[in-house]
């Protein structure tokens, strides 16, 4: 859309540009090239953001640590205490607790990476409407922070986990920087699809309140994976598999090193004890990176085939 | 002759107004045939082009489509039809503000405007004392920019926007900001600017300006290029239509002159930097005596008392008369004239060989300006009004000069 055969010669044809969701598709390959370009750009949006959300709070950055600390309690008492993934009266397990724990700070964050940046653009709108700021990058510093609070947050995980020798990390832990980078890419993916959409229709955030809350009811946050087994037809099982957050979650847990966890399950009558895997890091991983490759085309075609419009609908 | 700088073809912008936002996503439906935005043509087939050095003011009613065109050539946003092409490093001064993460500090902004410019982290280093120089914010780089005043924000704008030494500097409405000293050092930067052969694209409402800084304009009404050409022409052909849109008489030149500085024109500080009319009045030349009322015919003298900055400046002082409901009748330079003032006190006398004008009370407003015209240090009246008595009988604002002739002529003569 914008060619430059001299340097920072810019010639632009209403004409010719093409603004197209397929046109838009070849430029991602440079969008990593991007942000790295401006990496000084991001690391102050960055640090104005993680600063920004806490400054004059009497706690200060100690809320990241607090925030999901809390969730986790409450989450704990109501999954853990009364309702069914225990025997009813026993004490929840501390291998159910840290399962429960690093799903919710690892879901928190898709959620809020992706709610955050559904308004990023109108939320610059000085920057979108006045100069040509290159607004693909608003929703990079955004997921970086909760990135950011989810480290946070493992860290915790970790070393309650190491305590009470529920979790059992080993060389996995090194792929910890890999599951970051799926989730980011993810997170950015999805972020930029809604915050192109949000553009258009300022309903788009509500909408995506609800669904997330949705979402993060039907993947395994609260529950094992096993407590589908003869809940639900196979059929729906599987449909369970192709939601997006599975592999991810699983693929955090496995890095952090949870254990599988023993089970009973009801066959033909009889009790017997299993053992519940969190499934193969290597497959979750894979599946993982495809869907967050391709969450970033589709939202980045996308947004970027929707860009011109924004300095006028903001 | 090299390449135009900046090419602009059958360039149309049209908005769309939607009456609600579901309009927006039902008009994409298949089965509705009618559109249901109503469109506004902000530009409507514009084209022109401007050559390497040259400075285009914009001039228009709001409205016109001034800002949308800057917009359209800072990429911010994108024409609807026709083509546009920009060679050149542009650097664009839009509103106070714009451009600036309300949040970040002043360093921050400085660093943000340069990578959005595309200069890297080590360019920018290097420019950031230069601007922070020129903008004068030593104490307040560190605080966030939504603390500045507006004077300090459109100081650290401008610096930002001049300190890229963009090829193509395209400005909107941003002189007379910022305290007096920043706005000598701004119209001095926007001459450096002319001399060393960069492109300017300025917009404005002061035609004043447009005049002493462009040397073409372009006149924008209701979206179409109504008229380009020599910056004076364009000037006054839009005055003109301005006054005859406003049914008010003509007063094209100095009726838009912003006051000079943030200060009390009428007292000045009393400080050694700024150049200031120090008292005024009107004299008959014949005494040399203080008299404000005169006929028609007599010679009038204005007497102008003066003081320079310590360092004296070169100075360029204007003196009008208006009419009690405000038509400018005359108003003279000592720039068009060629007279130069240059001491540090001094007295300048204008006269007025046989006064011209009729009956009526006249406001001598005096204008000091920077050499060029531009930068205004100083205006005030003369205390008195000059009071014109008509011994005649005639009618009007001024005696012209004229003879009656009779003669004899049968039939018609006027076919």
Request: glycine share 8%.
């Given at each position: 859309?914008?060619?430059?055969?001299?340097?920072f010669?810019?010639?632009?044809?209403?004409?010719?540009?093409?603004?197209?969701?397929?046109?838009?598709?070849?430029?991602?390959?440079?969008y990593?090239?991007?942000?790295w370009?401006?990496?000084?750009?991001?690391?102050?949006?960055?640090?104005?953001?993680?600063?920004?959300?806490?400054?004059?709070?009497?706690?200060?950055?100690f809320?990241?640590?607090?925030?999901?600390?809390?969730?986790?309690?409450?989450?704990?008492?109501v999954?853990?205490?009364?309702?069914?993934?225990?025997?009813?009266?026993?004490?929840?397990?501390?291998?159910?607790?840290?399962y429960?724990?690093?799903?919710?700070?690892?879901?928190?964050?898709?959620?809020?990476?992706?709610?955050?940046?559904?308004?990023?653009?109108?939320?610059?709108?000085?920057?979108?409407?006045?100069?040509?700021?290159?607004?693909?990058?608003?929703?990079?510093?955004?997921?970086l922070?909760?990135?950011?609070?989810?480290?946070?947050?493992?860290?915790?995980?970790?070393?309650v986990?190491?305590?009470?020798?529920?979790?059992?990390?080993?060389?996995?832990?090194?792929?910890?920087?890999?599951?970051?980078?799926?989730?980011?890419?993810?997170?950015?993916?999805?972020?930029?699809?809604?915050?192109?959409?949000?553009?258009?229709?300022?309903?788009?955030?509500?909408?995506?309140?609800?669904?997330?809350?949705?979402?993060?009811?039907?993947?395994?946050v609260?529950?094992?994976?096993?407590?589908?087994?003869?809940?639900?037809?196979?059929?729906?099982?599987?449909?369970?598999?192709?939601?997006?957050?599975?592999?991810?979650?699983?693929?955090?847990?496995?890095?952090?090193?949870?254990?599988?966890?023993?089970?009973?399950?009801?066959?033909?009558?009889?009790?017997?004890?299993?053992?519940?895997?969190?499934?193969?890091?290597?497959?979750?991983l894979?599946?993982?990176?495809?869907?967050?490759?391709?969450?970033?085309?589709?939202?980045?075609?996308?947004?970027m085939?929707?860009?011109?419009?924004?300095?006028?609908?903001v | 002759?090299?390449?135009?700088?900046?090419?602009?073809?059958?360039?149309?912008?049209?908005?769309?107004?939607?009456?609600?936002?579901?309009?927006?996503?039902?008009?994409?439906?298949?089965?509705?045939?009618?559109?249901l935005?109503?469109?506004?043509?902000?530009?409507?087939?514009?084209?022109?082009?401007?050559?390497?050095?040259?400075?285009?003011?914009?001039?228009?009613?709001?409205?016109?489509?001034k800002?949308?065109?800057?917009k359209?050539?800072?990429?911010?946003?994108?024409?609807?039809?026709?083509r546009?092409?920009?060679r050149?490093?542009?650097?664009?001064?839009?509103?106070?503000?714009?451009?600036f993460?309300?949040?970040?500090?002043?360093?921050?902004?400085i660093?943000?405007?340069?990578?959005?410019?595309?200069?890297?982290?080590?360019?920018?280093?290097?420019?950031?004392?230069?601007?922070?120089?020129?903008?004068?914010?030593?104490?307040?780089?560190d605080?966030?920019?939504?603390?500045?005043?507006?004077?300090?924000?459109?100081?650290?704008?401008?610096?930002?926007?001049?300190?890229?030494?963009?090829?193509?500097?395209?400005?909107?409405?941003?002189?007379?900001?910022?305290?007096?000293?920043?706005?000598?050092?701004?119209?001095?930067?926007?001459?450096?600017?002319?001399?060393?052969?960069?492109?300017?694209f300025?917009?404005?409402?002061?035609?004043?300006?447009?005049?002493?800084?462009?040397?073409?304009?372009?006149?924008l009404?209701?979206?179409?290029?109504?008229?380009?050409?020599?910056?004076?022409?364009?000037?006054?052909?839009?005055?003109?239509?301005e006054?005859?849109?406003?049914?008010?008489?003509?007063?094209?030149?100095?009726?838009?002159?912003?006051?000079?500085?943030?200060?009390?024109?009428?007292?000045?500080?009393?400080?050694?930097?700024?150049p200031?009319?120090?008292?005024?009045?009107?004299?008959?030349?014949?005494?040399?005596?203080?008299?404000?009322?005169?006929?028609?015919?007599e010679t009038?003298?204005?007497?102008?008392?003066?003081?320079?900055?310590?360092?004296?400046?070169?100075?360029?002082?204007?003196?009008?008369?208006?009419?009690?409901?405000?038509?400018?009748?005359?108003?003279?330079?000592?720039?068009?004239?060629?007279?130069s003032?240059?001491?540090?006190?001094?007295?300048?006398?204008?006269?007025?060989?046989?006064?011209?004008?009729?009956?009526?009370?006249?406001?001598?407003?005096?204008?000091?300006?920077?050499?060029?015209?531009?930068?205004?240090?100083?205006?005030?009246?003369?205390d008195?009004k000059?009071?014109?008595?008509?011994?005649?009988?005639?009618?009007?604002?001024?005696?012209?000069?004229?003879?009656?002739?009779?003669?004899?002529v049968p039939?018609?003569?006027?076919?």
């Open positions: 859309m914008t060619s430059g055969s001299a340097p010669e810019q010639s632009y044809s209403a004409e010719t540009a093409r603004h197209t969701v397929l046109a838009s598709l070849v430029p991602v390959v440079g990593p090239l991007e942000i370009r401006h990496r000084y750009l991001v690391a102050n949006f960055f640090r104005r953001d993680l600063l920004g959300r806490f400054r004059g709070s009497a706690l200060g950055l809320w990241v640590l607090v925030h999901p600390i809390f969730m986790f309690a409450v989450y704990y008492l999954f853990g205490y009364l309702f069914g993934n225990q025997k009813v009266g026993t004490a929840p397990t501390p291998e159910y607790a840290l429960l724990f690093s799903g919710v700070i690892a879901f928190t964050a898709l959620i809020e990476g992706t709610s955050r940046s559904c308004t990023c653009v109108i939320d610059n709108g000085n920057l979108v409407k006045k100069v040509a700021f290159p607004s693909q990058l608003l929703p990079v510093p955004l997921i922070v909760s990135l950011t609070v989810y480290v946070v947050g493992a860290l915790v995980c970790l070393g986990g190491l305590a009470y020798g529920v979790l059992q990390p080993g060389w996995s832990l090194l792929l910890l920087p890999v599951v970051l980078l799926i989730q980011f890419v993810m997170t950015l993916g999805i972020g930029l699809f809604l915050a192109n959409t949000h553009v258009f229709s300022r309903d788009t955030s509500q909408l995506w309140g609800i669904f997330s809350a949705a979402w993060m009811f039907l993947t395994p609260f529950w094992y994976p096993h407590a589908l087994e003869g809940a639900v037809a196979d059929v729906i099982k599987s449909l369970f598999a192709w939601n997006p957050a599975y592999p991810l979650l699983q693929a955090h847990r496995l890095v952090l090193g949870a254990q599988p966890v023993p089970y009973t399950k009801d066959v033909d009558g009889a009790l017997v004890e299993r053992l519940s895997d969190f499934g193969n890091l290597g497959d979750h894979l599946h993982a990176s495809l869907w967050a490759l391709a969450f970033l085309f589709v939202g980045y075609a996308v947004f085939s929707r860009r011109h419009k924004y300095a006028d609908l | 002759m090299s390449k135009n700088v900046i090419e602009v073809e059958r360039l149309s912008k049209t908005y769309r107004l939607y009456g609600n936002p579901w309009h927006r996503l039902l008009e994409k439906m298949p089965w509705v045939k009618r559109p935005h109503k469109p506004v043509h902000a530009l409507c087939d514009i084209d022109f082009a401007v050559g390497p050095g040259q400075c285009t003011g914009v001039i228009g009613k709001n409205g016109a489509g800002s949308t065109l800057l359209i050539l800072t990429g911010t946003t994108f024409p609807t039809s026709g546009y092409t920009v050149g490093k542009i650097s664009a001064l839009l509103e106070l503000g714009a451009g993460h309300q949040d970040f500090t002043g360093r921050e902004n660093y943000m405007n340069a990578a959005m410019m595309g200069f890297s982290r080590k360019e920018a280093h290097a420019r950031f004392k230069q601007i922070l120089d020129f903008s004068e914010l030593h104490d307040f780089i605080a966030p920019v939504r603390t500045y005043s507006s004077g300090m924000g459109a100081r650290l704008g401008f610096s930002v926007a001049v300190a890229t030494d963009p090829d193509v500097l395209i400005i909107d409405e941003i002189l007379g900001v910022g305290d007096m000293a920043f706005q000598r050092k701004c119209v001095d930067k926007i001459w450096d600017y002319k001399a060393r052969g960069k492109t300017m300025f917009c404005s409402h002061s035609l004043y300006d447009v005049r002493q800084i462009c040397e073409q304009a372009i006149w009404r209701d979206g179409r290029v109504q008229m380009m050409a020599d910056a004076v022409m364009v000037t006054n052909e839009y005055a003109t239509w006054s005859h849109l406003r049914d008010k008489p003509d007063q094209s030149g100095y009726e838009n002159l912003p006051a000079a500085g943030q200060f009390d024109p009428k007292n000045p500080p009393d400080d050694e930097l700024h200031r009319i120090v008292g005024a009045q009107i004299v008959d030349p014949a005494t040399g005596q203080p008299r404000n009322h005169f006929a028609p015919g009038v003298a204005i007497r102008v008392q003066v003081r320079n900055s310590k360092t004296p400046e070169k100075l360029a002082m204007a003196i009008g008369a208006m009419r009690s409901e405000g038509t400018l009748c005359f108003a003279h330079s000592t720039q068009f004239d060629g007279v003032l240059d001491q540090r006190e001094f007295v300048v006398t204008l006269t007025l060989d046989g006064l011209c004008l009729l009956s009526g009370e006249f406001n001598l407003p005096i204008w000091l300006f920077d050499e060029r015209g531009i930068h205004r240090f100083h205006e005030r009246p003369v008195q000059l009071v014109v008595q008509n011994r005649t009988k005639d009618l009007g604002l001024f005696l012209q000069a004229h003879r009656w002739q009779v003669e004899r039939g018609s003569v006027f076919k």
